[in-house]
């Protein structure tokens, strides 16, 4: 059974940073599509980094500059690093991939792109304050 986990949303202040973790299962991992996106309160959805299936990297308007993915392939494992946290960086962040039969997705944030994931985990929760 295909599964995603994201983890390490905090509450956190301004400045400091967070890795966030999304947990692969049930699918091969290595070589797969995995996208990590963003939805605060009333906004779009946004695409903030994803990791190709060729290993190449593809970084949102979010992403650019002070986040940085990285991938764990022993682990199953995606990585968001997010260093000098804003307050507008608060958000549910969720990780999602493409599998045969995915099924599980975000209403507002599948459509949007670059790749049509399929199959989304349940997001974890950033929030920061000024």
């Known amino acids: 059974e295909v599964n995603l986990v994201a983890s390490g949303g905090d509450s956190v202040q301004a400045g400091e940073s967070l890795r966030l973790s999304c947990t692969a299962s049930?699918?091969?991992?290595?070589?797969?599509?995995m996208g990590w996106y963003r939805q605060a309160p009333g906004n779009k959805c946004e695409l903030v980094a994803m990791v190709n299936k060729d290993g190449s990297i593809t970084y949102g308007r979010p992403g650019r500059g002070r986040f940085t993915i990285s991938q764990h392939n022993a682990k199953n494992t995606v990585f968001l690093q997010m260093n000098e946290l804003k307050p507008e960086d608060t958000a549910v962040y969720y990780c999602a991939t493409d599998v045969p039969n995915g099924g599980r997705i975000v209403e507002d944030c599948w459509l949007l792109g670059p790749k049509l994931f399929n199959y989304w985990g349940q997001g974890t929760q950033v929030t920061v304050s000024s």
């Open positions: 049930g699918f091969t991992f290595e070589g797969a599509d």
